[in-house]
């Protein structure tokens, strides 16, 4: 698997023009922003790191690591550059720090995240609402769409640990910014499929709990979601 991720990064990067290439801000550098910052640097985009320590020295061997142009800089400043923004942060912060990202008018947001909390050894949604409706309340002139948030970052960088291909639910209102996360996902070696709108995203991160209750119950490889043609 990982030689045909190389591959179809290589095809990828002689495919995407410079017109064509995005600048993607990841905000937040921890085990998600990791894993797909340099994913998307593959592809042929630019990524800008947002950090609240741009210069500390894990992010700065993260940005060498990324390539492609990749860069770290003060969470605002890495949105304002930029056409793409992934929310890698935790998911009860995501109110917070939405907030604090200055103008996201139409710009993509990629929502990760889960707003879940570990309440007596079970993972539990703490939101009234989904992630995807508490930063489009914050800049209702973004498309978001949730995606990544059903999988682990180990598999996002090499599917076949789950025996691949991995499918990652798209939920949200613009079908051209699910389209385009679309591409984004294909070219990691995963398999997008478009289960609705924003209503829909609840109940992907109601899956994201079901699949770290079922890692902390049997400790074990743990389940992913696929797609398959019916015969």
């Given at each position: 698997?990982?030689?045909?991720?190389?591959?179809?990064?290589?095809?990828?990067?002689?495919?995407?023009?410079?017109?064509?290439?995005?600048?993607?801000?990841?905000?937040?550098?921890?085990?998600?922003?990791?894993a797909l910052g340099p994913e998307f640097a593959a592809q042929g985009h630019t990524i800008v790191y947002g950090?609240?320590?741009?210069?500390?020295?894990?992010?700065?061997?993260?940005?060498?690591?990324?390539?492609?142009?990749?860069?770290?800089?003060?969470?605002?400043d890495a949105v304002a550059a930029a056409d793409i923004v992934v929310l890698a942060v935790p998911g009860t912060?995501?109110?917070?720090?939405?907030?604090?990202?200055?103008?996201?008018?139409?710009?993509?947001?990629?929502?990760?995240?889960?707003?879940?909390?570990?309440?007596?050894?079970?993972?539990?949604?703490?939101?009234?609402?989904?992630?995807?409706?508490?930063?489009?309340?914050?800049?209702?002139?973004?498309?978001?769409?949730?995606?990544?948030?059903?999988?682990?970052?180990?598999?996002?960088?090499?599917?076949?640990?789950?025996?691949?291909?991995?499918?990652?639910?798209?939920?949200?209102?613009?079908?051209?910014?699910?389209?385009?996360?679309?591409?984004?996902?294909?070219?990691?070696?995963?398999?997008?499929?478009?289960?609705?709108?924003?209503?829909?995203?609840?109940?992907?991160?109601?899956?994201?709990?079901?699949?770290?209750?079922?890692?902390?119950?049997?400790?074990?490889?743990?389940?992913?979601?696929?797609?398959?043609?019916?015969?």
């Amino acid at each position: 698997m990982r030689m045909i991720k190389s591959f179809l990064a290589v095809l990828l990067c002689s495919t995407i023009t410079v017109a064509q290439a995005d600048t993607i801000a990841i905000i937040g550098t921890g085990n998600v922003g990791s894993a797909l910052g340099p994913e998307f640097a593959a592809q042929g985009h630019t990524i800008v790191y947002g950090s609240r320590n741009p210069n500390d020295r894990d992010v700065a061997e993260l940005v060498e690591r990324t390539g492609n142009g990749a860069s770290a800089t003060t969470q605002a400043d890495a949105v304002a550059a930029a056409d793409i923004v992934v929310l890698a942060v935790p998911g009860t912060l995501v109110a917070e720090i939405t907030a604090k990202l200055g103008d996201l008018s139409r710009k993509l947001i990629i929502d990760p995240t889960n707003p879940i909390k570990l309440d007596l050894l079970r993972m539990r949604h703490v939101a009234a609402t989904s992630n995807v409706d508490v930063i489009q309340s914050i800049a209702p002139a973004a498309d978001v769409v949730k995606a990544f948030n059903t999988l682990g970052w180990k598999v996002m960088i090499d599917p076949d640990i789950a025996g691949g291909p991995v499918s990652v639910p798209l939920a949200g209102d613009s079908g051209r910014a699910k389209r385009k996360v679309a591409d984004l996902v294909r070219g990691m070696g995963l398999e997008p499929i478009d289960v609705g709108d924003s209503d829909n995203a609840r109940w992907l991160e109601g899956m994201a709990i079901l699949l770290i209750n079922n890692n902390i119950l049997t400790p074990r490889p743990n389940f992913n979601f696929y797609l398959r043609e019916m015969d």
